[in-house]
Nanobody, 115 residues
Framework: QVPLVESGGGLVQAGGSLRLSCAAS????????MGWFRQAPGKEREFVGN????????NYADAVKGRFTISRDNYQNTVYLQMNSLKPEDTGVYYC????????WGQGTQVTVST
């Protein structure tokens, strides 16, 4: 019911980088923990990382630790996922999550990493 839009995906070679964005309208995200998840073909959706409301605390799945960075701009009401050193196994649809009542998943953005 609440608009939530992921963007920034695309096709990139292994070793390359992408920056994903998650933007919301209508209500502020500033008080919420935010997360990123992804789903590869034939697999269940998995946790990528999350970030505290202030942006001071982040944590990441082992598979992406050291390569991905989550940040946020509460003034712009946007959360980012910077992905570096991309691998083919990073391919999938990436979704952001609002850890707050009343928010649904967005449509996701496709990330494809070629060899």
């Amino acid at each position: 019911q609440v608009p939530l839009v992921e963007s920034g995906g695309g096709l990139v070679q292994a070793g390359g980088s992408l920056r994903l964005s998650c933007a919301a309208s209508g209500r502020t995200l500033s008080s919420s923990i935010m997360g990123w998840f992804r789903q590869a073909p034939g697999k269940e959706r998995e946790f990528v990382g999350n970030i505290s409301p202030s942006g001071n605390i982040t944590n990441y799945a082992d598979a992406v630790k050291g390569r991905f960075t989550i940040s946020r701009d509460n003034y712009q009401n946007t959360v980012y996922l910077q992905m570096n050193s991309l691998k083919p196994e990073d391919t999938g649809v990436y979704y952001c999550k609002v850890y707050m009542m009343g928010w649904n998943w967005g449509q996701g953005t496709q990330v494809t990493v070629s060899t």
